[in-house]
């Protein structure tokens, strides 16, 4: 019998305790799990099994039996110094917590391959879809050269609102907050910080570094307007919200968080309402694409215990995920080339002066024309949209 704890008893640690409480992996482990102990400062007196329920965390590290910890708390403290702390007793640790892994990934994994444990974290990036995994195992033939993603289901479902039902953003992002898919204050989801979180969790799996958050230029969705979508369908595009990373052949990583023009040829194009994808080019396999819900109590569970029984199953030691402590050397985001889409009321001798000739758009908002930029980087980009005046979203390119 392996005997797992669960931190937080929320949406996702409710999620843990019913998958184990409801199904038998005998087959699979080869021994039963079975929740031992939860951690959480609320108290539950109508709950079937009251007497597991905890407020002491001395309670969990202490217990010799517990070999398996999921943290699903969320957050930073005291989540990390419980992490932490249970890797120290040897205890294997799974999270969904994508804050603590971005912020303290190589501590903690260095802490467990020291310990003979593991700290896994399938769950902290796109819910139930299956991408750290495959990313450390199934792609070890290839050099991960780019990825792009739909990282987050709140602003899918924004974005797919306006596309398909030509909602206002406001109106859209109420209705979401309504469905419960974005929080009261949604500003991590709408301002791109939870995508950049975990696209910094995929580049650091990526390229074995550890990839800092904060050094990723992020831009949310607040200023994508029905306008915007209109012209993206002109264009045969769909705006989406991506988290892009791609190795450079200088060795440096670039990366970004920002709305994109998706043309519909690209399959990240269609991925609608609140699913996530993530596209991973390797240098042999070429793109592949992980499908599926990103986010909610069933899909991000179901992550967490797929992590729990791959260490129950496979044991502690096996394939520890390690990166360098040392930060990765990103490129300046000046440097990298992209095409632009360009809203302006400018005239076409300016824009030509500035872009060269380009293909307008001018049958979509009056006094306005459209038009998408070859190759140019960023900082000429701004330099010359600035003198033209107009407002611009990058082209994700095949």
């Known amino acids: 019998m392996a005997k797992i704890a669960i931190l937080g008893y929320g949406t996702v640690g409710g999620g843990v305790y019913d998958i184990f409480n409801n199904s038998s992996f005998l087959k699979k482990t080869g021994e039963e799990i079975e929740v031992a102990k939860i951690l959480d400062i609320r108290d539950f007196p109508d709950h079937p099994q009251k007497e597991l329920f905890t407020k002491d965390f001395n309670d ?7 070999s398996v910890v999921a943290e699903t708390m969320g ?61 450390a195992s199934c792609l070890q033939a290839n050099d991960i050269e780019r990825i792009a993603g739909i990282l987050n289901g709140t602003t899918n479902f924004i974005l797919s609102e ?50 800092d958050y904060s050094n990723i230029p992020t831009e949310g969705i607040c200023n994508v307007s029905l306008n915007d979508v209109k012209y993206a369908e002109k264009l045969g595009s769909a705006i989406k919200l991506i988290g ?22 690209i399959p990240l194009s269609g991925v609608c309402d609140v699913f996530n994808a993530v596209m991973v080019r390797g240098n042999y396999l070429g793109d592949a694409m992980f499908y599926g819900r990103g986010a909610g109590k069933e899909a991000t569970a179901s992550a967490v215990c797929a992590d729990v029984i791959d260490i129950v199953k496979n044991g502690a030691a096996k394939c520890p995920i390690l990166w360098e402590t040392d930060k990765i050397k990103m490129m ?6 992209w095409s632009y889409f360009v809203r302006t009321s400018a005239g076409k001798e300016q824009i030509n002066e500035m872009f060269g000739d380009v293909e307008l758009i001018d049958d979509v908002v009056s006094g306005e024309v459209g038009f998408v930029t070859s190759l140019i980087k960023e900082k000429d980009f701004v330099q010359a949209v600035n003198k033209l005046g107009g407002t611009y979203i990058k082209v994700l390119e095949a």
């Open 60 to 66: 969990i590290v202490n217990d010799a039996e517990i």
């Open 75 to 135: 957050g930073l403290h005291p989540a990390y110094e419980f992490t932490k702390s249970l890797l120290e007793a040897g205890k294997s640790v799974t999270t969904s917590n994508k804050e603590l892994v971005a912020t303290y990934g190589p501590e903690l994994l260095t802490l467990a391959a020291q310990k003979g444990v593991r700290y896994m974290f399938e769950a902290s990036v796109g819910g139930g879809i299956p991408v750290i995994r495959p990313i």
């Open 332 to 337: 300046a985001p000046e440097e990298k080339e």
């Open 244 to 265: 892009y990373s791609q190795q450079m052949p200088d060795g440096t990583l670039y990366a970004c968080v920002a709305p994109m023009l998706v043309k519909k040829s």
């Open 162 to 211: 306006m596309i398909d039902k030509g909602s206002e953003f406001e109106d859209a992002l109420a209705d979401a907050q309504q469905r419960g898919y974005a929080e009261r204050n949604p500003a991590a989801d709408i301002e791109g910080h939870d995508a950049c979180r975990k696209i910094a969790i995929l580049s650091s799996m990526a390229t074995g570094y550890f990839v």
